[in-house]
């Protein structure tokens, strides 16, 4: 039986999940991991009409919610130029009398009838008014985002929840676990069925899987880890089968007629992922980490190969090696010497182009001066015992720095020492970081004095996108 629950985010969306799960579940104890130096966001917040579900279920005063939060009324939203004549989309009518959510039936009659809006609609929405009628409130609202997470902190506290304010920097699991997943994988019956559990251990583990993933690399093998880092069907199919047994081994060589058919593979394999390799040795940590990861990645590509031979997908030494490589190398872009971008982060889509785009415009704003730090706690850095000035620690990145991998989620910006090391460029001891699932011009790890982020102008992103598919030469 669960007795603890964690919830990651102190934002509405965790707030609303602890209080409903503490209101449902009493006894357990739940606590919400939330950090102070990740700002909310400053919008105005909207709800639906399921908020009312959600405040009769917790059991607040809608009187109390409205006051603290300086709640407004939301009635419904004006569409202007959306359609020929102005579309008000009202959830609240008395046309429309029905349950939550089965408001599109009063639509759908109204189309059809040709009503129009004002005619189905209480003349004071029109007014921007609130109705004398207390029996048709609206169910939705418009809060102050920061005065409803004030509100929601205090009511989660109120219930005995547990707030701790802290940073997560990665997930892992208890060896026990691995062990369970060892388990699964190895008493599946069929290729078809390992590929599942490790589609299930993906949707499961969510974000948090590339961590989990490096423990199942130790624990289970490279074979599986592969299988659950890369995208192709074919190639996961292949990689999670892992190691060949002698006799095996050597039925496939006498297929391919090639006594040193694992050297003839690793020799092939080898050179298709020098864009990987070349990447790699350019990292700060390069050389130490260099021959681990690209032997292994190479080694479990070779032993992918020997399986698609032995079912008979391919004829040759090298057309196994050609073909599994270049699916291999399919989810990453390789166009920078310094980093790479993958296709995607665990099943969710990377942006490459934007990504790509962010990083090079960043670089050129900050070498021209085009990034205003004042109000930004740049750490100062030092050489020969000297402490720099903040422009002297600026005016080194700026001349310096470059991204470079931050793990498999984003890159960093810094500086590679010439006898190995290296020197980040940090703000508030953050290091400056593009995230691979950015879709905005947002640094979120650069906050200033104020708690707010750095953005980026995504006209300039744009511009910078546009200029390369020109093939207009940029800074």
Known sequence: MVKNICIVGGGTAGLITALILKTRYYDISIKIVKSDKIGTIGVGEGSTEHWQEFIDFV???????????????????????????????????????????????????????KIQAQEYTDQWCWKNKVGQDQNHLPRQYHFNTFLLNDYLLKKCRYLGIEIINDEIIEATIQNNKILEIKDLIKGATSPDARLQVVKDLKSFYGNSMPYINKQIYKQIGPDVSLAISVNDPELQSLSILGELNDE????????????????????TINSNLSSLADVVANQPEGYATYSEFIQTTASSLKN????????????????????????????????????????????????????????????????????????????????????????????FFKKNGEWYMDGNTGIKFGVKEPFGGFTPMTIDNK??????????????????????????????????LDAEYMGVQTP
Not at 81 to 108: C, I, L, M, R
Not at 435 to 463: A, H, P, Q, R, T
């Open 248 to 267: 095996q081994k050597k039925f496939v060589r006498s297929k391919v007629n090639d006594t040193n058919l694992e050297e003839s593979l690793l020799k």
């Open 431 to 464: 290091n400056i970081k593009i995230n691979f699932l950015d879709y905005d011009g947002e640094f979120s790890s650069m906050k200033d004095i104020n708690g707010n982020s750095y953005v980026m102008d995504m006209k300039d992103i744009y511009k910078f």
């Open 59 to 113: 059991g607040l005063d809608l009187k109390e919610l409205v006051r603290e939060t300086k709640a407004t009324f939301k009635f419904g939203i004006m569409f202007e130029g959306w359609t020929k004549n102005p579309y008000f989309h009202n959830v609240e009518s008395h046309f429309n009398d029905a349950k939550y959510g089965q408001y599109q039936a009063g639509y759908g009659y109204a189309i059809k009838h």
């Open 304 to 395: 992918a190969a020997m399986n698609g031979i032995l079912e008979d997908k391919y004829k040759s030494a090298d057309a196994a090696a050609n073909d599994l490589s270049e699916r291999f190398l399919a989810d990453y872009n390789f166009t920078n010497e310094t980093f790479y971008i993958p296709f995607d982060v665990n099943g969710k889509i990377v942006n490459q182009d934007v990504i790509e785009a962010k990083a090079r415009v960043w670089e050129n704003k900050l070498y021209w001066n085009d990034i205003d730090l004042e109000n930004f706690n740049v750490d100062l850095i030092g050489s020969g015992g000297k402490l720099f000035t903040k422009e002297e620690t600026i005016d």
